[in-house]
């Protein structure tokens, strides 16, 4: 027969060392997982951007996305980006794609359909990534910004799917100026953020 004493002191050091495990478990957790998100704000203004000349003019709806392969933020948008492709690419917009200039890496391959543009004017002026802009289907800027504001984008947060929804419909949609605050990188060297 066992004494009381062993079995409490066994017990108790059995929920020591499950606390401890429970303890490594999150903090390795929190470590690979969740990073610290430190709110920026940034104003998005559209007026240096143009298309290169071989896509300006009238044509399809064009997004351009703006990103920095080593930007934690881009992580955010990713998959928001896929759906719109998924959902757009049917009612003829196009997009494409602007790496930050001197950066190395390459999209998911959910997002290989987006046509990388090497030279786009205007693009030295971005204040931050990630960043959309949109040409309506006259070739004039609708939209340049954020995806949304805060850490995530999706669907039920993003500024995106109410301006592709109408210039679709033909609605005019003039919003080339943002202020937002969310997870941003800077994409200019010389950029404090």
């Keep these: 027969m066992r004494s009381p004493l062993r079995i409490t002191l066994f017990a108790s050091l059995l929920a020591v060392v499950c606390a401890g495990a429970l303890w490594a478990a999150y903090d390795w957790f929190q470590g690979r997982y969740l990073r610290a998100f430190s709110e920026h704000t940034a104003l998005f203004s559209g007026d240096p951007l143009r298309l290169p000349e071989d896509l300006a003019g009238p044509g399809a709806i064009r997004l351009v996305h703006f990103w920095d392969p080593a930007c934690p933020c881009n992580v955010g948008n990713q998959q928001h980006l896929t759906e719109l492709v998924q959902r757009y690419v049917p009612h003829g917009v196009e997009f494409y794609a602007v790496q930050r200039p001197g950066s190395h890496g390459q999209l998911p391959s959910t997002l290989s359909s987006l046509k990388p543009l090497d030279n786009f004017p205007g693009a030295e002026q971005l204040p931050a990534s990630p960043a959309v802009a949109i040409w309506d289907r006259s070739g004039n800027l609708a939209y340049f910004g954020p995806y949304s504001e805060g850490l995530t984008c999706n669907s039920s947060n993003s500024f995106i799917e109410p301006i592709l929804q109408a210039l679709d419909e033909g609605?005019?949609?003039?919003?080339?100026?943002?202020?937002?605050?969310?997870?941003y990188c800077p994409w200019r060297v010389d950029a404090t953020q």
Excluded: I, K
Aim: net charge positive; proline share 8%.
């Design 171 to 183: 609605r005019p949609v003039s919003a080339t100026h943002t202020l937002a605050v969310g997870c």
